[in-house]
């Protein structure tokens, strides 16, 4: 029986393809696990949480600085389980060295490539996702794009078939994993805070990390802040604070420093917060569902819609706009668009024959 192959290998990517893996039959798909991020292992917790079961198959890629050795693991590997299965085509989603890794081994054997949240830019080239989400687009046979922008954006690029609007995969996501989030979450028991009670901020993006000037710039801010501040740190930035020797800009007691957490554990820290802080495109798309507000730490996004009605704000590394945002008065309204991504996405690969 043929089979499509789903290849992730990141937290985000198996958060937004949860709706998918909980709602295509098995055995119509074979699931990759590149452990791109630290290792099939560190994302246990992920799956466990979420009901997913095990992937079929673990790369355990191991942990390369340079992304082209990461990379070239990757899809060595991906093409062996190729030849050796019976497949019908490869699903990705996003723009992970594991999406890019998982499309190119399979264009090259001559195998469809399906791409989930396609058609998205910042148009920032110094970005490695903006290269790799290009690429993917490129080279994909089916593609399905969350909104009309990002098909009028294919289509003049020159990609004009097989372009499917589905809608935005993480509000599958976001609605169905809330409930498991309230049912199993601790979160704001264990570190002693009540909704709207504190701001939430994640930093990890290399612009952000690996840059001492904006890093400290950003950390300063949070001087002037009041309330609690929740930052699950990430282990990029928390080497780089070391590095740079930025460590005394953390210790203020409004400040509460966590380890990462799961996902369900964020979702209840995202909607419980006064705003969100962040340079995550997950987590601005995350806010912008959940009726959160979001100042995002980027001069660009990617997620263009959820700048409507100042729900979401690109606010740089610029301490200044920062504090004027903070000081603003929150407005929490959640959205529903109305789309089921996941029955679309389904609906399609039923009718093209591939489940």
């Known amino acids: 029986m043929k089979q499509i192959m789903i290849v992730t290998g990141t937290r985000p990517d198996t958060i937004k393809l949860s709706p998918l893996l909980r709602n295509i039959l098995r055995p119509s798909y074979l699931l990759v696990h590149t452990g791109q991020h630290y290792s099939y292992e560190m994302d246990r917790i992920f799956f466990d949480e979420m009901n997913l079961g095990e992937p079929d198959i673990k790369l355990n890629t191991p942990p390369i600085e340079l992304q082209g050795k990461q990379v070239s693991y990757m899809i060595e590997h991906i093409e062996e389980h190729l030849l050796d299965k019976d497949i019908s085509a490869v699903m990705v989603l996003g723009d992970t060295n594991s999406a890019f890794a998982g499309a190119f081994a399979a264009v090259k054997l001559d195998i469809p490539v399906i791409h989930v949240e396609s058609g998205m830019r910042s148009y920032n080239r110094a970005m490695p996702e903006e290269i790799n989400r290009i690429l993917i687009d490129h080279i994909s046979d089916y593609l399905f794009a969350p909104t009309s922008v990002q098909k009028k954006i294919l289509y003049n690029e020159g990609i004009r078939e097989n372009v499917y609007v589905s809608g935005d995969i993480t509000w599958d996501a976001i609605k169905e994993n809330i409930t498991i989030a309230y049912d199993k979450s601790r979160i704001l028991e264990n570190i002693g805070l009540k909704r709207r009670e504190y701001y939430l901020l994640t930093l990890h993006r290399k612009e952000n990390a690996d840059n001492k000037k904006r890093l400290e710039s950003i ?22 604070i070391g590095r740079f020797g930025l460590q005394n800009l953390l210790q203020r007691e409004n400040i509460k420093l966590i380890d990462p957490v799961g996902y369900l554990d964020m979702l209840m820290l995202e909607e419980n917060s006064i705003k969100i802080l962040t340079d995550s495109g997950g987590i601005q798309k995350e806010a912008y ?24 704000v690109l606010v740089g590394a610029d301490p200044q706009k920062l504090m004027a945002e903070l ?23 039923s009718k093209l024959g591939f489940i």
Not at 228 to 238: A, G, K, L, S, Y
């Open 219 to 240: 950390l300063s801010a949070l001087r002037n802040i009041r309330s609690p501040v929740v930052f699950p740190i990430h282990p990029r930035t928390r080497k780089n």
């Open 289 to 312: 569902y959940l009726g959160v507000p979001c100042i995002t730490l980027r001069g660009e996004t990617e997620w263009t819609e959820t700048l409507k009605d100042g729900r979401n």
């Open 327 to 349: 000081q603003r008065e929150p407005v929490y309204k959640k959205i529903s668009p109305g789309l089921s991504p996941k029955k679309i996405i389904i609906s399609r690969l």
